[in-house]
């Protein structure tokens, strides 16, 4: 996550604002549990802060994206750089200005933020200590603890009488030892300045010094000069008068009437609220953001401004704010970065028209940016704006309005880069854009013709389009939501035409630095893959075109064929930190053969993707060593589990690589190609052996069953599909669920999730694995996922495509094989359904209806569709539909009363919910999060009870079992347990009739319970 100033999820669900339909996400107060969305085309994208448009830096930082624009700086790897908030749009009654749209200087005798002053010699806004004002600090006067000499921050300061005035520097020195720093005002200086120590980096104090002024406008500036020890962050240059301290900034106003929708099916943010100026005059405003699906290349903001109480002069302000062209800090980024230069700013007021134009630090890519500004759907001339901060650009148009009347200004922003793989610096780019900045102007006007209604008509059919292909919920609007929204994000982040591999958070943000990994080729494709095989193509083409980048990879390191990087960027050369982290390769090659497993593409096949699948067969057979038994080991290998490194023979690796091979040589025989008869040997040589004793295969040779942090072996059955009998999936599933750190990514349940479904595993687990895939990393209100519990990677399209996937192959047991269809559904009984459409396979769509007592398959479209289902084989025509059965795992027979009923808890972590006690799993359990929490199981109906048996995960907390017929009267049931080392206890008394058995933590320990069963003796 870009800022860690989230806090953990709530278990609440957001607001609707369209009931009984699933597709309207909306909050009426931004100020608690709120996490701005973002809108994207898979092009470029922007996050809608809660003010409607524009930039904000809080609860996060809202950046604005843009496919393969990458930039690099000294000492850091090629990054996705953030380009100008381009959505702003503000108002101005002439008392203030609301919008986001942020001045280029302050006033005299007021506090001026020094992160939004000019910042140069290395200094760079930052967000990562807490107490500051405005959007941040400026940081970098002292990194590692040395200091930067040149480092300054510099702010302008108008209406400054002549004279002498007090320069206010507010600071923090957390070494808790004095600093210094030096001041300039207007050039003159430099003066050093004393920081006495704080007592931390989120303690703030000021220091004071009086200093000769001009009339007019000063620049007053704060630098790490020579001699200085620089080790501080300042928050606030100000000037005022002498032995007066700067006021704080004059309110905006205030707000009131609020509500941000964000419209799934649409594409479309409106934020709506009344503005009340400071001078009283109160305006109804309504944005709409939109990024349109239709055309990659506009982006539309637009604002309906409604007078309540006023009439007069009004001004509207048409804004590239530069403030968003910082990186953030990040867990692969040491401190915020700027790696965009803007150049070329000009404004046409008589067109109302404004440009600017975008270079990459050191990468050279550029990008155009432009907007015109209609109002009321004409033209009305503009001046520009230049009370902006640096790197911005502005355009102002003045109205007189009336009391009553609504007025619509809608800016309609074109942008372009040389590296758009739509035309197609980058081996992905055939054909650059000679000058990014003038296409964007024509993007701009002719969005600027079609006018709000047409591009937003034909933004809305683009997305229907999408939405043929839809995962819903019937009974559970909720859960629709959060689908649709996760499938929402996953589309805004990639479109047709656009070859640029997706990042672990879309284009979302800029974590993970835009870097692509195998969270593209695992986790996000196949989401695609169903629905949307046109999309991910995209992915498969970005793989295809870097091939040769892979080649060149495995030769520097030895090998034949193509050794594919961990993280890769624009050219294909590695720029990641896990260079053993191979398995990335078999992860590129079964993307590019499940494709053509779904669409049964030979001429695909024959000229993209068997390249790719041959070239890494080769690496695998030139990678691995001989065990001087006869077979093969893979060493010095990193898993997926990136708590170990450097191992030898990776399960997953190593069934990654037999998989590939043997693939390659099915595809080599399709594509009329000899196989190399080395891959067979290679894959017979490799192992994954099987621990005797346990049934477990071994993460790795010596492995000892330490925790690790992502799914890792229990992704051989599923996505690699490595042959394994049922036994052997459910023992890895035992094995190494408990033993996943519960703090990891957020991914590795849903993949819990499909094997459990696949083996049928007695009782309801698939429901626990469902609700900790998702329920500890959803954010309110607009669905969004965390990488981690933590925070981290926001929003996480990673864990999106996992959970996609539970439902498109875990619920339906789906698997689209080259030759048929497979489905194999089942449903635990706290899902009351699962409906998808629009799915794809060999040129038919088709649609997937789950029910508890059967499953329909309809085919929807193309000539026929060739399924498989419980050994038998059917073939659909036309419109046909055939039912097949739906498997119920809870109905395995039991004597537990308990197993998969009703149960509710008082308090339970996120990722501990309390049908963990209940669902039949050795593997899961109920967390409560303080002492004294109560699980209560309703049994349906008053039963015969007459022994419970507890299992805790650990030592058995103190615990007492009541019992009750209608759940309002309790009675105690046989004596309670005290604390005690052993994990199993057990409670007996003479039977009685009870629907409702709860138990009850006693003592001072929460208590964390695998099992509560119920038996009748």
Known sequence: ??????????????????????????????????????????????????????????????????????????????????????????????????????????????????????????????????????????????????????????????????????????????????????????????????????????????????????????????????????????????????????????????????????????????????????????????????????????????????????????????????????????????????????????????????????????????????????????????????????????????????????????????????????????????????????????????????????????????????????????????????????????????????????????????????????????????????????????????????????????AAHGYQGAQYPWESADTGTDVGIHPREIHIGSDVALAQWQYYQATGDLTWLRTRGWPVIKSVAQFWASRVTPDGQGGYDLNGVQSPDENHDNVNNSAYTNAGAITVLRTAATAATLVGEQADPRWAQVAGGLSVPVDPATGVHPEFDGYRGDTINQADTVMLPYPIGYPMTGQQAQADLDYYTPRTDINGPSMTDSINLIDSAALGTPGCVTDTFLKRSMDPYMYAPFDQFAETRAGGAFTFTTGIGGVLQAFQYGFTGLRLGADAVTVDPMLPPQLPSVDITGLHWHGATFDLSVRHDGTRVTLRGGKTLSLTAAGRKITLRGHQSATVRTRRPDLTPTQDLARCETVTATTADLSFPAVAAVDGSPSTSWKATAPGAALTVDLGKATRVGRTVVQASGATTAYRIDVSRDGAAWSPFGAPVTAASPAASTVTATPVNARYVRYTAQGPAAPQVVSLEVYTG
């Open 1 to 554: 996550m870009s800022t860690g100033l989230l806090g953990p999820p709530e278990a609440t669900a957001a607001g609707h604002d369209d009931a009984g339909g699933g597709w309207v996400l909306s909050t009426g107060d931004p100020s608690k549990d709120y996490a701005p969305a973002f809108l994207g085309n898979g092009y470029f994208s922007t996050r809608v802060p809660a003010q409607g448009a524009g930039f904000s830096a809080a609860p996060l930082l809202t950046e604005s994206q843009l496919a393969g624009f990458y930039g690099q700086g000294p000492g850091i790897s090629p990054q996705r750089v953030n380009i100008p908030a381009w959505s702003t749009l503000g108002v101005s009654d002439g008392s203030a200005v609301y919008g986001n749209v942020a001045s280029g200087g302050c006033g005299f005798g007021v506090v001026c933020q020094a992160e939004s002053g000019t910042l140069s010699g290395g200094a760079f806004a930052d967000t990562s200590h807490k107490g500051y004002g405005g959007a941040g600090f400026v940081a970098g006067y002292g990194p590692g603890g040395k200091p930067a000499a040149g480092a300054t921050a510099t702010v302008k300061v108008s209406g400054v009488p002549a004279g002498t005035a007090r320069l206010t520097v507010r600071y923090s020195a957390g070494s808790n030892t004095a600093q210094t720093l030096s001041a300039q005002v207007d050039g003159v200086g430099p003066v050093r300045v004393t920081l006495p120590g704080t007592s931390s980096w989120d303690t703030w104090a000021t220091a004071t010094l009086d200093v000769p002024v001009t009339a007019g406008v000063n620049t007053a500036a704060v630098t790490c000069a020579a001699g200085d020890s620089c080790l501080a962050n300042v928050d606030e240059i100000s000037l005022s008068a002498p032995g007066t301290a700067p006021a704080e900034e004059t309110p905006a106003g205030t707000t009131s009437g609020y509500r941000q929708s964000l419209d799934l099916r649409r594409g479309i943010m409106t934020t709506s609220l009344t503005w009340t100026s400071p001078a009283g005059r109160a305006t109804r405003l309504v944005y709409r953001v939109l990024t349109d699906r239709a055309d990659a290349h506009l982006g539309v903001t637009q604002l309906d401004m409604t007078p309540l109480n006023w009439s007069g002069p009004l001004s509207v302000i048409d804004m590239f704010d530069g403030r968003a062209d910082t990186l953030p800090a990040n867990h692969r980024l040491a401190k915020p970065v700027n790696l965009t230069q803007v150049t070329a700013g000009r404004v046409d007021g008589r067109s109302a028209a404004m440009s600017e134009s975008l270079t990459a630090q050191q990468t050279g890519m550029r990008a155009g940016l432009a907007s015109v500004l209609r109002v009321d759907g004409g033209r009305t001339a503009t001046s520009a704006y230049t009370d902006v901060p640096a790197d911005s650009l502005a355009q102002r148009a003045d109205l007189r309005v009336r009391a009553g009347k609504t007025y619509q200004a809608t800016k309609f922003v074109g942008i372009a880069s040389s590296n758009d793989t739509a035309q197609g610096s980058a081996p992905l780019v055939q054909h650059p854009l000679p000058d990014p900045q003038t296409a964007a102007q024509g993007y701009a006007a002719r969005g600027a013709q079609r006018g709000w209604r047409r591009v937003e008509g034909e933004h809305t059919r683009a997305w229907a389009d999408l939405w043929k292909s839809d995962i819903s919920v019937p009974g559970d609007q909720d859960l629709t939501e959060q689908l649709r929204a996760s499938a929402f994000y996953l589309l805004s982040s990639v479109r047709d035409g656009v070859t640029w591999g997706p990042s672990p958070g879309g284009l979302s943000s800029a974590d993970y630095n835009g870097h692509v990994f195998w969270d593209a080729d695992t986790w996000t494709n196949p989401a695609l893959l169903a629905g949307h095989p046109d999309l991910a193509r995209n992915l498969l083409d970005y793989r295809y075109t870097l091939l040769d980048a892979a080649r060149a990879n495995a």
